[in-house]
């Protein structure tokens, strides 16, 4: 006979599922005296067990399926040591990529900035320093305010709708009092970069263009037929300019010598180009690599735009240095930041700061051996870097001759000189330009597709660029980047070999285009830049390291002659300002910093950056008062 607890196993399994196990427990306890009834009672129990024969090899099976929390149980261990593993995994991976990436000294160096950053961050946020911060934060910010927000009795805001609509001569009376405001004169070429004007005639071309495409949007290329033609051909002298009737010899060269199969697209500007030429990297690693975690290999002087698109898209951003006395990004360090996460590389041509040209040359090598996109940012360089040869000057390669540069941004609206609102994007390939596109199928307003931030664009705004464009030509910007780069020459040229200049100023690097920065070793460099201000000079300070940058202009052509005699004054009048201080007795002690030196020498060399993000902050909000 056999007992409750010998029944066999699989008796057991079928009386569980049939509910009888709990039963069966309580009946064969051993307490009681019935025990012949209950040798019944198992009798017909193990009758059950003809039952299970009789159940197909399924049906025991599915009977035999122990709990759903018996499998969690027993998992959970095995799991949580995957995903352990999995973590420890990835920490490694990081903790090698980064070694590989910065070397032990960078990784030190990196902990020691990280640790006086969090230190620094603290002792701001500490009872006492925190108020006193924030008084002197929004004493800045009032400052700013009263400088660019015009405030008295003379000025009337308009901060409601005007109940009846204005006449015409009204309005055209208020528009010429706006445009005539106070303002720095880059009329008369005192505004470094900025303003890339290419001459009165060209400005009333612009405006009749803009009359006729006032209304027009490329996003309805049916109703806007002539946009959409003006748009694809901007795209296409600007980089596929077609050469050749003869199709065997015919050949897609242009302005950057883009091969066959090359395409573009036209933004708002050198930012929104960036940040579509970003996107399409990324979105190519993803697709046909699986990168999940983006990261992109950038010189410290690339323009901020690539830290926007980093911000917006996820992009894990490595900076690499641009170590005197060339300027250019770092080929080795780049190298060793390279893994298999990298999207992308980017060199300048040139690059804001300083007007270098980075090796995009030995990027493009490194960008095709290690199978990585490459962006060239040629905005600024945009309608001077291809004319620089032909205009009798030194050039260096930076075009899609390069086999590694994949993609090049080109701003028309700065040297090209339409109006603002204007940029060109280049890409190698068709592929690389889909990967920018947004298409949305499924939409109930309808099958939406734009190709890139925007969607309604200005259609005026390309009408101007081509009609720029058209009425340059060729010959009309070999004959402005002769004038500009000529220019530029000349400041540099003076600052080098004039010995009021030369003995205290000194050029960044060896520029190429227009843009030229200089530094100073005796003198703060950053109350020349004040003092230029006070001339009437809107010169760009720059900071790591200070310095000061001139972008030639074609207005400043013409005053280029004014802006080297103004600057031997001011370093003349900075020298005898710091002799009359020493012969004092004191030095460059308990002089007050001026505004740039404040902004850049003072808070710039901060170990913690939050006081200049909260003045930065303060500044974008007085943009929007009334
Ligand atoms: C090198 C470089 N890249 C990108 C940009 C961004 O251009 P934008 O201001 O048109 O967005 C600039 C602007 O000065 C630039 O100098």
Known sequence: MRSAIGLPQKTRGVL????????????FHPVSTEVAGQIMKVKELVAVQEVEEALSKQEMHELRRPDPGYYVETAMP?????????????????AVLQLKGRGIIGIIIDTYVATRRTLYGLFLRAPGVRTQVRKQVSQAISNLEAKLV?????????????KEGWGEEQVKAELVKLEGMEHTRWEDGRVSGAVYHGGKDLTKLQTEAFGLFTVSNPIHPDVFPGVRKMEAEVVAMGCLVEKGANSETRQVLAMFNAPQGAAGVSTSGGTESILMACLSARQKAYTERGVKEPQMVIPETAHPAFRKAASYF????????????????HIPSISRLINSNTILLVG???????????????LSRLAVRKKVPLHVDCCLGSFLMPFLEKAGFVTDSFDFRLQGVTSISCDTHKYGFAPKGNSVLLYRTKDLRAYQYFISPDWSGGVYASPSIAGS?????????WASMMSQGEAGYISTCHQIVGATKKIEL????????SSDLSIIGKPLVSVIAFTSGTINIYDIADTMTAKGWHLNALQSPPAIHVAVTLPIVAAADKLIGDLVEVVEAEKERERVRVAQGKGKKGVAPGETAALYGVAGSLPNKSIVVDLAGGFLDTLYKA
Request: charged share 20%.
């Open 16 to 27: 569980a599922a049939l509910g009888l196990r709990k039963r069966m427990r309580t009946v």
């Open 78 to 94: 095995r799991i949580r040591n995957i995903i352990f593993f999995l973590f420890l995994l990835r920490w490694t991976k990081r």
């Open 457 to 465: 664009r200005p259609g005026a705004l390309i009408a101007g660029c």
């Open 314 to 329: 996820g992009i894990q951003v490595h900076l690499v240095a641009t170590p005197a006395p060339s300027y250019k990004a």
């Open 348 to 362: 300048s041509a040139p690059n804001f700061p300083h007007g270098i040209i980075d090796d995009i040359a030995a």
């Open 494 to 501: 003076a600052i080098r070999e004039l010995p009021t200049l």
């Open 150 to 162: 015009p405030q008295g009795p003379d000025v009337t805001r308009y901060l409601s709708l005007p």
